[in-house]
Every structure is written in C-alpha cells, then in structure tokens.
C-alpha cells in the first residue's frame, strides 16, 4: 500500500508529521513517500503542482495531504499560488465524492456554539458532489439580458446542470457510506424550484433500488439547513450536490466547535483518494508547535477505511483520539478551564501512546 505524502505549507508539515507517526506504529506495511505541493513545490520546482508530486499522487494508492497556502506567495500570479495545487489535484485524479463527516466528541460537548444537549455526541456525514454542478457548468459570464424587465442591462448568468452518470456515481458513493454507518441516508435537492434538482432526485430514487437495506429520505436545502442547526442528531448520511454541499458541510463544521478536528476525504470512482484536514495551512499559528494534529490524524483514519479497506485500523485510531480527550489533553484550538494544554507534537505522541 503506497502512501503519498504532501505536507504542503504553514502548519502542513508540522501536523502531517503527527499522522505519519501513527500510521508507523499500526504494524502494517505502508510505503510512504513525500513530495513538495503548494508553495513548498513552488520553491522547490517552481510549480505548486510540481510534476513528480503529481505523478507520485497518481500512483499511489492514496494520498495524505497537510494544505497549502501562505502569505507570502499571495502576490504570484492566480496558476501559480499555492491553492491552484488542491484544484489541480482534484481534477487529475478524478476526485468528485467529498465527505466530511462533524463528529462532535462528547468530551468537547462545550466547544460548539449550539447547546451542549443538541450536539453532544454528533456524528454525522456529509457527502458533497465536488466536480459538477453550477460551479462548473457551461455557458456563464457576463452578458446582454436578452428578456425580461431588465431586457437590454448587463447579466451575470452560470448554468446548473448534472449529467445522470454524475448523479448515480455520487449516489452510489452515498448509499455504501450509509450502509458502513447507520443505513440511513438524506438526499438534499432543491426539486420543487430547479429542474437539476427534481431530476437529482429521481436519479436517486433509482439507485435506491440497489440498496434496499438503506433508508432514504429527501429533503429542501432550505430545510435540511434549519434542520443541521435544529436537530442535527437525527440525520446520519447527507448527500447533495456541489454548491448545497459547499454551504451545508462548513455549517455542518461549526456545529463542533473547532475547525481542528475536522478530516476529510475526497475520492474517485475507485475509492482512491485524497485526505486533508477541512482547514488551511494556519500560517499564523505555523511553526509555534501549538496546531491541532487530530484533523489530519483522523483523515489517516478515514484513509485507511475508505482507500486502503482497514477499517479495524481505522476504529483504533479513532478510539486513540477519544482516549487522549477522556485524559484531559487539549490543543490551544480546544482548550478549556480544567484541561491540559498540549502542543502539536505531545498531542501526536499521546495519540502513538494510546494506540499501545
Ligand atoms: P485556516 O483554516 O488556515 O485558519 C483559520 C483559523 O483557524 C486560523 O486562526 C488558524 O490559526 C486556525 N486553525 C486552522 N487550523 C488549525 C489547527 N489545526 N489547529 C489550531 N488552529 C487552527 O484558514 P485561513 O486563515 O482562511 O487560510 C490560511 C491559508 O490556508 C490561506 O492561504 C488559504 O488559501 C489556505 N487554505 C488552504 C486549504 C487547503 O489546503 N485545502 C483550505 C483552506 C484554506
């Protein structure tokens, strides 16, 4: 099982260098490698995207991203900034599925901004169509209005627009996430406005056929949104398209307190993917040792479920998380009156401890 590792910028390397640790003492037989991306691979190769990091993405089994970006190559031109190397990554390796599940540890009940009673316990999946959608399609621009009231005024205009294999495939990405979780998936649409959305739901529909032993229910955006903040418990795999599932899923990330423990994977058609910490490269807190590492090492758990199929190995690493919170052990991110306040490093070697 080959593993490319990029740890990007900022905190990057500090947090990815947790990970790594604990992938190293699982006892499996890991072929890890590492290569520059975003401005490290700009210095380097004078490319965010340098073109071994990219061939060594692509081959191997599964990729363990840190983030990229930092101030001071914000001024490069847009093909050159360290962000364009996640986008470039996504669309070589085909990657259109992206879930983030907010689990909300119950030993961080206070983190979140919402009653300790409404999330305490929270575990839910988001799934987000990532390639697809209005954030892609064609035609768009700016243009004469050519009817209505405004007939004749300049018009931004984009197309929504999902081609039916581009549903099924998420819907299928879907449906087996339910089927490892609680059986119980949400499609989010908005089908009684947009046409996109009453066709997304029929094509769901359909591939509910497939899997008989998963509830699933349709809900509005608009309502599964009020729903997130009102009952959040009750869902248990959301799944909706691009734009739905940009909004919801960072909603969805509030409801935990801190952005810090939030994983993430994105995966193609062959569960292949890439896993990166849902925040950025923090290059404000970068190189002072204090980053939360628990983002970064539960997409290495995500990686080994969905990617390498070692979801006992997965389980162990998220019990080792849940271990070091019961013990009191807390990054600054984290961190409340009656808690232990580690940095990066203690936090990624307690992680190793617990592990055994
Ligand atoms: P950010 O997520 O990097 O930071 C937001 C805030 O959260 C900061 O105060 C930061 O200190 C804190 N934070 C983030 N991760 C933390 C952690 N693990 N532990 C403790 N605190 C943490 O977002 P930003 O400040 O908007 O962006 C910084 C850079 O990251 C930018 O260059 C941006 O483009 C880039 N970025 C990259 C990715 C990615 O690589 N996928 C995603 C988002 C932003």
């Given at each position: 099982?080959?593993i490319a ?13 947790q ?27 004078g ?13 191997a ?10 101030y ?6 847009r093909?050159?900034?360290?962000e364009?190397a ?12 992206n879930?983030?599940p ?6 961080l009940?206070?983190?979140s ?5 409404v ?5 839910i999946?988001?799934?987000?169509e990532l390639?697809?959608?209005i954030y ?12 209505g009231?405004f007939k004749?005024?300049r ?17 299928h ?25 009453q ?12 899997y008989?032993?998963?509830a ?6 608009d309502?599964a ?12 795999v ?12 960072d909603?969805a990330s509030?409801l935990?307190?801190?952005i ?5 994977a ?28 628990l983002?970064?090492?539960?997409s290495a758990a995500?990686m ?9 190995q ?12 019961s ?12 808690t232990?306040?580690v ?8 992680v ?5």
């Amino acid at each position: 099982m080959k593993i490319a590792i990029l740890p990007g910028d900022g905190i990057g390397p500090e947090i990815v260098a947790q990970a790594v640790k604990v992938l190293n003492v699982l006892g499996e037989k890991f072929e890890l490698e590492s290569a520059p991306v975003g401005g490290a691979g700009y210095a380097a190769h004078g490319h965010p995207l340098p073109e071994a990091t990219l061939a060594l993405a692509k081959a191997a089994d599964a990729v363990l991203f840190g983030a990229v970006g930092d101030y001071q190559y914000d001024n490069l031109e847009r093909a050159l900034r360290p962000e364009q190397a996640i986008l470039g990554l996504r669309k070589q390796l085909g990657l259109f599925a992206n879930l983030r599940p907010a689990i909300l540890y119950p030993q961080l009940a206070n983190a979140s901004t919402l009653k300790p009673e409404v999330v305490s316990g929270l575990d839910i999946l988001i799934i987000r169509e990532l390639t697809g959608d209005i954030y892609f399609g064609q035609p768009r621009g700016v243009r004469e209005c050519p009817d209505g009231a405004f007939k004749g005024q300049r018009e931004g205009f984009d197309t929504m627009r999902y081609a039916e294999g581009e549903i099924r495939r998420i819907a299928h990405v879907a449906f087996q996430a339910a089927q490892k979780r609680d059986k119980r998936l949400t499609s989010v649409d908005k089908a009684n406005v947009l046409e996109t959305f009453q066709f997304w739901r029929d094509i769901v529909t359909d591939v509910h056929k497939e899997y008989p032993d998963v509830a699933l229910e349709h809900m509005y955006v608009d309502n599964a949104a009020m729903q997130l903040v009102r009952a959040p418990k009750k869902f248990d795999v959301l799944v909706t398209g691009n734009m739905f599932g940009d909004i919801l899923s960072d909603q969805a990330s509030m409801l935990t307190g801190s952005i810090g423990m939030l994983p993430s994977a994105s995966l193609d058609a062959n569960n292949k993917g890439l896993y990166e910490p849902s925040h950025g490269s923090a290059p404000d807190i970068a190189g002072k040792g204090i980053a939360n590492p628990l983002a970064t090492i539960l997409s290495a758990a995500m990686m080994l479920r969905f990617s390498l199929n070692k979801a006992e190995q997965a389980d162990r690493i998220e019990a080792a998380v849940q271990t070091v919170l019961s013990q009191g052990l807390r990054t600054g991110d984290i961190y409340e009156a009656g808690t232990t306040k580690v940095g990066t490093e203690e936090m990624g070697n307690a992680v190793v401890k617990a592990l055994g």
